[in-house]
């Protein structure tokens, strides 16, 4: 009866679902040669993503971020089909990227586009900033070589740069203005959905408040989507619909950036928030504590929940039962021991004691 119900929702949701991920899991071989192999081994491996399936709707900004070696920046690879998952697929508006044909594929990447962490590394050092721009029009074909010129200078002027700099080099531009150049790159192929990777942190920080405008002004104005992969979460809670809270390669806590704000009901989610500089006040008011100690070995993860060597709140359940991702509220999911409904074994709950602090 729940499978049907999910059925129902899915398809009640596809006509505002652009893109979706199912189960996307991506593990890494270490080692194991040819020995190992003959011997029926199996190599180690690292898991990067552990199942994680997310919706993006058309017109949001979901925000997905986490610490370090959480698989923020693997999953967006997989989104972009720069690497192929060990299993589980992604869904672009009802179409399975990961099928499509090559023709396909093409025009799907038109339609996906990636901005990456350091402009100073996307562009080319020997070309202008129109032939940067005019160069991706002349890949996709999206107008006559002689109106290229006007196209680069119209998009110049939409991400807020002046016109004249398109005769410019990348190294008489300041980071703020390669990364507005590199946003103009991206929107030259009209794309829908745009992968921002840690965008705005090689920036400094009153450069960064200026391109975090350029992506609310440019999103509103053109109706993008945004998948908005970082570690710092004010930057999360100035620009994000939704927040994806990601450890160890799953999904830990995801919800509308107002209820990750003011209400986390993670414990990973909590102790990011108390440990982030610039939400430090906001987060004093909480009863929560601090995680303890690093992220785990991801070649050795823990049993039982990924998170529990570190959590203050750890129960018996904790090291041996890894909780399932699970619905509290509406619009909300969370993956804890501690939140009725996330776990198949709420008996567990009542009759163990928490470890101490």
């Known amino acids: 009866m729940e499978a049907e119900q999910r059925d129902e929702d899915r398809t009640a949701d596809d006509a505002t679902v652009l893109l979706r991920t199912v189960d996307l899991v ?15 081994q199996e190599p180690p491996k ?14 949001e900004t979901l925000g997905v971020v986490g610490e370090t070696g959480s698989g923020k920046s693997t999953l967006g690879r ?18 399975s990227i990961l099928e499509a044909s090559h023709a396909r594929s093409r025009s799907l990447r038109q339609q996906i586009q990636i901005i990456l962490q350091d402009p100073y590394s996307t562009l080319n050092p020997y070309q202008t900033v129109g032939s940067s721009i005019a160069e991706v029009l002349a890949v996709y074909e999206l107008c006559p070589r002689e109106e290229r010129r006007d196209e680069a200078a119209r998009l110049l002027s939409l991400v807020g740069l002046p016109v004249d700099l398109i005769d410019a080099k990348p190294r008489q531009l300041s980071g703020g203005g390669l990364q507005r150049v590199s946003v103009a790159r991206a929107l030259a192929v009209r794309p829908k959905l745009i992968i921002a990777d840690e965008p705005v942190s090689a920036l400094d920080v009153s450069v960064q408040a200026q391109v975090l405008n350029l992506f609310s002004s440019v999103g509103q104005e053109l109706g993008l989507t945004y998948v908005f992969i970082t570690h710092d979460l004010a930057v999360v809670r100035r620009i994000s619909n939704r927040v994806a809270v990601m450890y160890l390669g799953e999904v830990v806590e995801e919800a509308a950036t107002s209820k990750i704000f003011g209400e986390p009901l993670h414990p990973y989610t909590e ?9 430090r006040a906001h987060a004093a008011t909480r009863t929560g504590a601090a995680a303890r100690g690093e992220m785990p070995n991801p ?4 049993t039982g929940c990924p998170f ?3 959590c203050p709140h750890a129960m018996d359940v904790c090291r041996v039962e890894a909780p399932r991702l699970r619905p509290v509220g509406e619009g909300r999911v969370v993956s804890c021991h501690l939140h009725p409904g996330s776990s198949d074994s709420s ?3 009542g009759g163990v004691d928490r470890a101490a602090s």
């Open 26 to 40: 991506k593990d890494y071989p270490l080692g194991g040669g040819w020995l190992d192999r003959l011997r029926g």
């Open 46 to 59: 690292l898991r990067a993503l552990g199942g994680v399936s997310l919706t993006v709707r058309t017109g």
């Open 78 to 95: 997989l989104i972009l089909r720069l690497e192929k998952p060990t299993s589980g697929d992604v869904e672009f508006a009802g179409e």
């Open 271 to 279: 102790a990011l928030l108390k440990a982030a500089p610039d939400i």
């Open 299 to 302: 070649i050795s993860p823990p």
């Open 308 to 310: 529990h060597p570190r």
């Open 347 to 349: 008996a567990a709950h």
